[in-house]
């Protein structure tokens, strides 16, 4: 019986250690050539504590210890289109099939940008857009989402509502961020009629709404009482579900450089209030698009930002991508981002952070024309499409989550 049981167990074993090689000979069969798989991994500091760290609190959620695991993603317009993140939203909810957690929201619609398409944002009034991207944008006061909207209508209603493609499918608290204008009034909608308990926070920079049932959209109305004070000022919102789970939060704007979110005067205030456990960035395209790039300005740009980010959550893990390959113009292929690349891993090491290689995974310098011949990547040859974002965000969370099971096992041994 032993012996028969012993076998039993090889038998098993090799059986599943074949299914595994052929799952990854079918992967890599259906893979563009281009790409480097060998590439795809997380790449760590001598000290990964604070990623180990990440991992741990991993583990606390799937041991109901801890409620939720925080990630904040910043970038630019890669971000914003919102395929490349839904995908790790959707890859992190995965691991235990989670349902709570939550996400920011931000109603690009409003402002007239292109928006997500897992959540539908609606106005009744008229806006004008502020982002930390644009020097003709920018307005004072900008949040930790980098992006704003203003108004001075004397009423005007807006709202969101979460669609059902979204990783999280409902809330029962929302944070308003706004810039408490004394000569507006923000209330919910009156056709609202739910139970709700609202607190304001004027000194953090938003009021919290918090309902006895789960929904899935809000619809909210500020009105001007006087005109002592001009424009409401809407920074977005933190829409959350006390059940367990990730909060993911993606914040990207169109144009955003390394140095694009150090502009924004609430960064840090408005951190405070969803405290990440990870901050993964992706910021670099744009800054390898200018001319007059160095590798030592753009260093010192991340220095700055995480330093802030630390201000915000001390022992947050970093992970950082390097910057995708790109072209000038449609026409001229970008060395720049080959300086971008060791930057990264530069400061991986001067930060005790991660680092997933995207440029390198593509293919490196020239790649992006071969992603637009193979129908992933737009005809600028900067951005890719949803196909493209959806195949390099599938790798990537692929090499988190096994570094994850990696070092899980690693900790039971």
């Not at 990854?24 to 563009?32: E, H």
């Not at 609606?122 to 991207?133: E, I, L, P, Q, V």
């Not at 990783?167 to 929302?174: A, D, G, I, Q, R």
């Not at 129908?375 to 570094?403: C, E, P, Q, T, W």
Request: with cysteine; hydrophobic share 40%; charged share 20%.
């Amino acid at each position: 019986m032993k012996v028969s049981k012993i076998v039993n167990k090889i038998v098993s074993k090799v059986f599943l250690v074949l299914c595994l090689l052929s799952l990854v000979f079918t992967v890599k069969s259906q893979l563009p050539p281009f790409i480097n798989l060998s590439q795809s991994k997380l790449y760590f500091s001598k000290d990964s504590s604070r990623f180990m760290d990440f991992f741990k609190k991993i583990d606390e959620l799937k041991e109901g210890k801890r409620k939720q695991v925080t990630i904040v993603h910043y970038g630019g317009s890669h971000i914003q289109a919102g395929f490349w993140t839904e995908v790790l939203m959707d890859g992190f909810q995965g691991l235990n099939k989670y349902e709570g957690g939550g996400t920011f929201i931000f109603p690009f619609t409003i402002v007239h940008a292109n928006s997500p398409h897992f959540f539908r944002s609606f106005t009744s009034g008229h806006w004008k857009r502020c982002r930390c991207a644009l020097a003709k944008e920018m307005c004072d006061n900008l949040g930790m989402a980098g992006i704003a909207g203003i108004t001075n209508d004397s009423v005007i209603t807006f709202g969101f509502k979460i669609l059902p493609n979204n990783h999280n499918k409902t809330f029962n608290s929302v944070k308003v961020y706004h810039n408490f204008n004394p000569s507006f009034e923000l209330a919910l909608n009156h056709e609202v009629t739910l139970q709700f308990e609202r607190k304001d926070f004027k000194a953090k920079g938003y009021t919290e709404f918090t309902f006895e049932s789960y929904i899935d959209s809000l619809n909210f109305v500020a009105i001007r009482k006087d005109t002592n004070h001009h424009d409401f000022m809407l920074r977005g919102f933190s829409v959350e579900n006390n059940n367990p789970g990730f909060y993911y939060a993606a914040m990207g704007v169109n144009g955003a450089s390394s140095n694009s979110f150090l502009r924004c005067n609430e960064f840090v205030n408005e951190l405070k209030s969803i405290p990440p456990d990870l901050v993964i960035f992706s910021l670099g395209v744009n800054d390898t698009q200018g001319k007059n790039f160095t590798k030592q300005e753009f260093i010192a740009n991340y220095d700055s930002l995480i330093t802030q980010i630390k201000k915000a959550s001390p022992r947050c893990a970093i992970l950082f991508t390097t910057t995708s390959d790109n072209y000038i113009k449609r026409k001229t292929s970008n060395k720049r981002p080959i300086l971008a690349e060791e930057a990264m891993f530069d400061l991986m090491e001067k930060h005790k952070a991660a680092v997933y290689d995207l440029y390198a995974v593509m293919g490196g310098y020239k790649s992006i024309y071969k992603w637009y011949k193979a129908g992933l990547a737009a005809k600028d040859k900067v951005h890719f499409n949803g196909r493209g974002y959806k195949l390099l965000a599938g790798l990537m969370f692929d090499a988190i989550d096994r570094s994850y099971q990696y070092n899980s096992k690693a900790k039971e041994k």
